[in-house]
């Protein structure tokens, strides 16, 4: 299994929902990321869980709340969004050390706050 | 500090004609490169990467790309372009971090028919 899948594909919610993104691998992977990515620019990077713990936190608001449960899941909690916040939200995975394979991608979750 | 910059937002090219992306990045050690494609709608997936090995590195679909130390640079290239490969494409370059990535602005390829 050389994938990373996120669910739901698409997401429509409402400012005063609370909502979750989910990502699931199983390569072994014990790096796991949540990206931020808005129309027309590369990705931004957002959390990084190493060992299911939080590693890097990139001044999130805390309106995004990450969690990872075991070596295999990640967890992105939303609540109190703002319109704004409408992006595509990428789940990666990689080695411990990404700098010789990179990233493994998912397809993402198109958030639209409304 | 390390950099990218990809130096064309938009190419355009004919069905069959050659691809070329360019990349320049800036590091203070030896880098490893990637180059990421993004299809419309899609997520990002790794074409091929370049990690202190051979310096002309071959990726799926039939694009390469050479590092280049004296010029700094990892050009994408492909000797004839297909309609599929309509897509944004990204040059990654590593950090001094070992999680975060630097990330290009993105070259949208277009492919005339």
């Known amino acids: 299994d050389t994938e990373v899948t996120q669910t739901p594909k698409h997401l429509v919610m409402g400012m005063t929902n609370k909502k979750s993104l989910k990502c699931e691998q199983h390569?072994?992977?014990?790096?796991m990321y949540w990206y931020k990515q808005k129309a027309k620019k590369p990705p931004e990077l957002m959390f990084v869980y190493s060992y299911e713990k939080l590693s890097i936190n990139e001044s999130v608001p805390s309106r995004f709340s990450p969690e990872c449960p075991n070596s295999s899941l990640l967890n992105l909690h939303l609540h109190a969004l703002q319109p704004e916040d409408s992006a595509l939200y990428l789940c990666?995975?990689?080695?411990?050390?990404?700098?010789?394979?990179?990233?493994?991608f998912g397809s993402g979750t198109r958030l639209t706050v409304v | 500090a390390q950099s990218v910059t990809q130096l064309d937002s938009h190419v355009s090219v004919s069905e069959g004609t050659p691809v070329l992306l360019r990349c320049n990045y800036s590091?203070?050690?030896?880098?490893?490169l990637f180059w990421y494609v993004q299809h419309p709608n899609k997520g990002l997936q790794l074409l091929l990467k370049?990690?202190?090995?051979a310096t002309l590195v071959k990726g799926i679909n039939g694009f390469e790309a050479e590092f280049k130390k004296s010029e700094t640079s990892f050009h994408l290239t492909k000797p004839s372009a297909h309609m599929s490969d309509a897509a944004e494409y990204f040059c990654?370059?590593?950090?001094?971090?070992?999680?975060?990535?630097?990330w290009g602005a993105g070259t949208k390829l277009i492919i005339k028919p």
């Open positions: 390569m072994g992977h014990r790096a």
């Open positions: 990654v370059v590593t950090s001094d971090s070992n999680y975060q990535l630097i």
């Open positions: 590091s203070s050690y030896s880098p490893s």
């Open positions: 370049y990690t202190s090995a």
């Open positions: 990666a995975s990689s080695q411990q050390d990404p700098k010789r394979d990179g990233y493994t």
